[in-house]
């Protein structure tokens, strides 16, 4: 199956980061799925570094047990990993509000080196492979 912007499944997604309220979850995942979309979990709010934010996101790409998170490693293996188990992937990272509001600094670094893993596979993966993250949590309106 081709790649298609998620925009395509979700209209009413922005750009990303996409940062979802959880009260959708189900029904985004059912939506994601329809298309043949993987979807995996993890509980972003239990980050307490780069580190333990990489390695998390690893396991759930399917990472070797060797991989010991920090984002050079990180960015050594996606491809590698793309190529040989080429999927459709959105990692959900739930109760990221919890972790912005803890470690904006954290939250902001991480949402940056992930936006470039979901440039990169979709750069590198010919059409193939894609790899999206999508942020749970109950989010505050902006400005409210």
Same mark, same amino acid.
Request: aromatic content about 12%; proline content about 6%; charged content about 25%.
């Given at each position: 199956?081709?790649?298609?912007?998620?925009?395509?499944?979700?209209?009413?997604?922005?750009?990303?980061? $996409?940062?979802?309220? &959880?009260?959708?979850?189900?029904?985004?995942?059912?939506?994601?799925?329809?298309?043949?979309?993987?979807?995996?979990?993890?509980?972003?709010?239990?980050?307490?570094?780069?580190?333990?934010? =990489?390695?998390?996101?690893?396991?759930?790409?399917? #990472?070797?047990? $060797?991989?010991?998170?920090?984002?050079?490693?990180? #960015?050594?293996?996606?491809?590698? &990993?793309?190529?040989?188990?080429?999927?459709?992937?959105?990692?959900?990272?739930?109760?990221?509000?919890?972790?912005?509001?803890?470690?904006?600094?954290?939250?902001?670094?991480?949402?940056?080196?992930?936006?470039?893993?979901?440039?990169?596979?979709? =750069? &590198?993966?010919? +059409? &193939?492979?894609?790899?999206?993250?999508? $942020?749970? +949590?109950?989010?505050?309106?902006? +400005?409210?």
């Amino acid at each position: 199956m081709q790649w298609r912007p998620i925009s395509s499944v979700i209209p009413e997604l922005s750009a990303p980061p $996409y940062l979802l309220p &959880e009260v959708g979850r189900d029904e985004v995942t059912r939506r994601v799925e329809g298309q043949g979309i993987e979807v995996r979990c993890i509980d972003a709010s239990r980050f307490q570094s780069e580190r333990d934010a =990489s390695l998390a996101v690893g396991r759930e790409l399917d #990472f070797p047990s $060797y991989f010991r998170g920090g984002w050079d490693g990180f #960015f050594d293996l996606l491809s590698a &990993e793309f190529q040989e188990k080429p999927r459709r992937l959105i990692v959900g990272l739930l109760n990221s509000n919890v972790l912005s509001g803890r470690d904006l600094r954290l939250f902001v670094n991480m949402s940056w080196h992930l936006q470039n893993a979901t440039e990169t596979i979709e =750069s &590198e993966g010919g +059409g &193939e492979w894609q790899l999206e993250f999508f $942020y749970w +949590g109950t989010w505050s309106p902006v +400005g409210g």
